[in-house]
């Protein structure tokens, strides 16, 4: 039965129009997500819904007596609220005893126990937790929420998960977390180029059904335009309609004429040509951090190799933020150095969407990216930063619009681009994923994966951790942070039953920071059985069976360009284009000698364990 139709609405956003006539219903247990690109109108869509803003045309046909609990994306305080007092505004005054005891336990599986702390000074991500759990606590049978497992550690998006898969009502959702919409979801809804397609699956299902629906699309437009090439010869050899049968033949002609070419998807396409990376790049050297007695980071040592894909992960408030900004040196340690290579070139993307964009918001966006540069290299060659934004789906007339007048993922979109138009060799990722959709994290998971330099991310999205990291830094006790080979899926694997215990043993966290000590014997066992785990990933397998070649084919090369060299000796010209390209070459073998030693030294503590 539907608790809610939405019937031929029209929304129309300046010269652009967002949806029209778009219709469907709502189910009173259906679990519904969103998906369409950045700027789409999914967060419109369910202001819409939530009662919170008009449509130009069509209505929302709600049951009668309908209570419908919303979350926005950027949900609003008022000032000198307190947390408990947030959640139980405007709440039936019968049920406030029963609602104040469920917020409460919420609240501390979400990590708040003072709960009248003043909500003018939470940051963004706590503001949102409590909007979550003013949310949930609500008597409702309709859950619209906006990016829900936004700033939620994995330990909250599996309960967030849980909690929504039982719920007795209907959730409808905009999330860029693709395991997340795979486990809540029955019924996925997409925006495309103002039309809404429906979709009676979760998001996996939503991937093979859309492939299925762009392949018939194609082969439609392929059979028009065969077709109409046939008609449009019958018309040009002189054809003459002198009967009902070829006045019936040329009117389908002109109808086949006037149908429009069905619109593909546009992507983002992100390329550039990092910066030259010396030997030296980033060093840790037993830096520590705490704040108000508190122990962030303890003791931490990391060398960066020119390869390294790092996933920082742990729970809100450990200090992932904290090492990023260390490491890009916005912050200072407490004690310890960090030794930043002459070549290095260091890309910050944060995660306050404010602090990115600065006072930027009132430039248009040309300017914004033009601030940064106006050419920027790439393997296809330099790019104005015109067509770099035509790239990143911002175009022509667009391209002068104000920053301020975009949407949340937009702006994360257009300040993703300035970090890329700096070229750097390191990059510097504070849940790159949040507000993004899911088309633009696909392709950012591409270029990150060819990207010549280091990426260091924290992300609390596991699908993108699998797909980027290769290496898991993880926050664990009193600041001490563990590492672990492998994606975000090998670490659960090889950590399965022991995140977040709290007697994790003192030799176990001594020796993943290199300074083992034998005085726990029970401890010892604890960290051989979960070494017995450890493994290649199937990229590094792959790569450790063809690495010796490849070494042997640089040296090779490198061997034929001296041989080049010593015959072009009178010729300078020649003589530096050899001279650069064996310059690169033997860069390129230094890498490769450095990803072997790595692996090698990975294959023989695997073999140890057999």
């Not at 190799?305 to 992960?313: N, S």
């Not at 392709?443 to 609390?460: K, N, R, Y």
């Amino acid at each position: 039965m539907n608790i809610l139709t939405v019937q031929q609405i029209t929304k129309i956003f300046g010269e652009k129009g967002l949806f029209k006539d778009a219709s469907f219903g709502i189910g009173d247990t259906e679990k519904i997500g969103i998906i369409g690109v950045n700027g789409a109108g999914k967060s419109t869509l369910l202001r819409i819904i939530a009662g919170e803003e008009e449509t130009d045309s069509g209505e929302v046909i709600k049951m009668n007596n309908l209570k419908i609990a919303y979350l926005p994306q950027n949900p609003e305080f008022s000032s000198g609220e307190s947390i408990i007092d947030y959640i139980l505004r405007g709440k039936n005054t019968t049920s406030k005893w029963d609602l104040d005891a469920e917020a409460k336990s919420m609240l501390n599986r979400l990590g708040f126990t003072d709960y009248d702390r003043c909500c003018d000074n939470l940051s963004g991500g706590e503001k949102k937790k409590i909007a979550l759990t003013e949310c949930l606590v609500s008597d409702s049978d309709l859950l619209i929420l906006d990016e829900p497992t936004n700033h939620l550690d994995k330990e909250m998006v599996e309960w967030l998960e849980k909690y929504l898969r039982g719920y007795k009502g209907a959730v409808i959702l905009v999330s860029h977390d693709r395991y997340f919409l795979d486990i809540v979801t029955d019924k996925m809804i997409e925006i495309d180029d103002s039309t809404f397609y429906t979709y009676e699956s979760n998001y996996s299902g939503f991937l093979q059904l859309k492939n299925k629906r762009i392949e018939e699309m194609i082969l439609r437009e392929q059979k028009r335009q065969n077709t109409l090439r046939i008609e449009t010869a019958w018309v040009r050899r002189g054809a003459r309609a002198r009967s009902t049968k070829q006045k019936a033949r040329l009117k389908r002609y002109e109808e086949l004429k006037s149908i429009e070419a069905p619109k593909l998807e546009s992507e983002v396409t992100m390329e550039s040509v990092a910066s030259r990376m010396g030997k030296k790049t980033i060093i840790l050297d037993h830096i520590s951090k705490g704040y108000d007695g508190r122990n962030l980071i303890k003791d931490f040592t990391y060398s960066a190799l020119r390869t390294d894909r790092l996933g920082i992960v742990g729970h809100n408030g450990c200090g992932k933020s904290t090492l990023l900004r260390i490491i890009a040196g916005l912050e200072k340690a407490d004690s310890g150095t960090v030794e930043i290579g002459d070549t290095i070139k260091i890309g910050y993307f944060a995660q306050d969407t404010a602090e990115l964009l600065g006072a930027s918001s009132n430039e248009r966006i040309i300017d914004y990216i033009r601030d940064t540069a106006e050419f920027i290299n790439t393997p296809s060659g330099k790019i104005s930063a015109a067509v770099m934004l035509e790239r990143f789906l911002f175009e022509g007339p667009q391209q002068y619009t104000l920053v301020s007048k975009l949407s949340g993922g937009e702006k994360r979109r257009i300040a993703l681009l300035k970090v890329i138009m700096e070229a750097p060799n390191v990059l510097i990722l504070d849940e790159p994923t949040n507000d993004l959709d899911i088309a633009t994290l696909t392709v950012l998971e591409d270029f990150l994966s060819s990207f010549a330099g280091i990426v260091i991310t924290v992300s609390h999205d596991r699908y993108f951790l699998d797909n980027v990291v290769d290496r898991i830094m993880a926050f664990e006790d009193d600041g001490v942070i563990s590492q672990y080979d492998g994606n975000y899926s090998d670490y659960i694997e090889k950590t399965k039953g022991n995140i977040g215990k709290a007697d994790k043993s003192q030799d176990d966290r001594k020796k993943q920071s290199g300074q083992a000590q034998n005085d726990a014997g029970g401890a010892k066992k604890s960290y051989q059985e979960r070494e017995k785990k450890l493994k290649f990933t199937y990229k590094e397998a792959k790569e450790f069976e063809t690495i010796e070649d490849d070494i042997a084919k640089l040296e090779e090369d490198i061997d034929n360009l001296d041989k080049r060299m010593a015959e072009c000796a009178r010729d300078f010209v020649k003589l530096g284009e050899l001279s650069k390209e064996k310059e690169e070459k033997e860069e390129e073998l230094l890498l490769k000698m450095e990803r072997w030693e790595y692996l090698t030294d990975l294959n023989e503590r695997i073999e140890a364990q057999k």
